[in-house]
């Protein structure tokens, strides 16, 4: 599975790329640090996952929106520390949402769900029978801080929310 990471982080894409080159069958194509370089990327890359920290730029619905247009396979998943935009990102169109504070596995888990579900499918960016779900959303708190993707103090997270 071909993956781009975006996130304004460079801290963050470098763990992400760490994290991912360990496992099997997982190939990193490219990297973006805006959504000009997340634009241009995807189709450049083949991309058939992508990693998406939430709050790369301004208007990310529409953001995701455009790429769902533009590339109709390619699967999302929304990377936060804020459990809030959990809704708004699978709303938009996303397969998962995990908060960055979480452990690795979460991650790992959601992009085996994306990998399994594209290879019912026997083809690549056929993107027929989608639904947002909440697998791979975050139910907690944790720490991918070990990774380095927490990015600091985490935002708090509102106990009405999700």
Avoid: N
Wanted: aromatic letters at 2%; a negative charge.
């Amino acid at each position: 599975m071909r993956i781009m990471v975006a996130d304004h982080q460079s801290k963050v894409r470098f763990a992400l790329r760490t994290l991912l080159v360990r496992q099997p069958g997982l190939e990193v194509v490219g990297e973006a640090d805006t959504v000009e370089e997340l634009l241009d990327g995807v189709g450049a890359t083949q991309t058939d996952l992508l990693l998406l920290h939430w709050r790369l730029g301004d208007e990310m619905s529409e953001v995701l929106s455009t790429l769902k247009q533009v590339c109709p396979g390619l699967h999302v998943i929304v990377l936060s520390v804020r459990q809030e935009a959990c809704h708004d990102a699978l709303a938009a169109g996303a397969e998962a949402f995990v908060c960055k504070m979480d452990p690795p596995d979460k991650l790992l888990a959601a992009i085996e769900g994306v990998r399994a579900r594209y290879s019912q499918r026997g083809q690549r960016r056929d993107g027929k029978g989608r639904k947002p779900s909440a697998e791979g959303r975050s139910e907690g708190k944790g720490g991918i801080e070990i990774l380095g993707l927490g990015g600091g103090t985490p935002e708090p997270v509102p106990q009405s929310g999700l």
